[in-house]
């Protein structure tokens, strides 16, 4: 009797401490251009991210569903792992973009001018050579979203090349599998 009482504890130990993988749902994306200050690009079939002289002149914006609080995520040291997969569809300069963990809604209707300020120190960043998938460690970028907005509130990622890189992503409107957040949690 006492090893299936003990069997029934364990089993009941391991249901507590179970993992979730789960994937963010794309709410919308778009991109913002230095020289055309007051254009939206929310149905643009490329995100360009281009800087000139170490300073950004188009950033992408993405915004995503956030569902912690439905998937029982509330605080971020229930997040173990997180990525972020890019595809890029071309390549006018290589060099490397930063994404970077963004507070709030993202419109498609956003400009330069409107356009969010991003969480420096919720960051990822990957060198980018040709078109492909990419992927990057998303994971603190995740606790960030989950530490500040547990119970719903919108997020998003700021997307920066560095130096003279100028990328164009897939939008959504190209590819709905384009952009992609996974996460794994414990529940």
């Known amino acids: ?48 991210v281009a800087s000139a002289a170490g300073e950004p002149v188009k950033i992408a914006y993405i915004g995503f569903i956030n569902a912690f609080g439905n998937q029982g995520i509330f605080s971020p040291d229930q997040v173990s792992t997180a990525t972020l997969k890019l595809t890029v569809s071309d390549v006018e300069k290589p ?31 990957i060198e980018i050579d040709s078109p492909g998938e990419y992927t990057l460690d998303a994971t603190d970028i995740i606790k960030e979203a989950v530490r500040t907005c547990p119970e719903g509130c919108p997020y998003g990622l700021k997307i920066v090349a560095e130096g003279d890189a100028s990328v164009g992503l897939a939008s959504s409107e190209v590819s709905k599998g384009s952009t992609e957040l996974k996460y794994i949690a414990e529940m």
């Open 1 to 48: 009797m006492k090893s299936v009482y003990a069997t029934l504890m364990l089993f009941l130990l391991l249901g507590l401490a179970c993992a979730g993988t789960f994937t963010a749902g794309l709410d919308v994306d778009t991109y913002v251009d230095r020289d055309n200050p007051n254009d939206t690009f929310g149905d643009a079939t490329t995100l360009w």
């Open 95 to 125: 060099g490397i973009i930063k994404v970077y963990f963004v507070y709030g809604y993202i419109s498609p209707e956003l400009t330069w001018e409107d356009a969010p300020e991003a969480v420096e120190n919720a960051s990822a960043e």
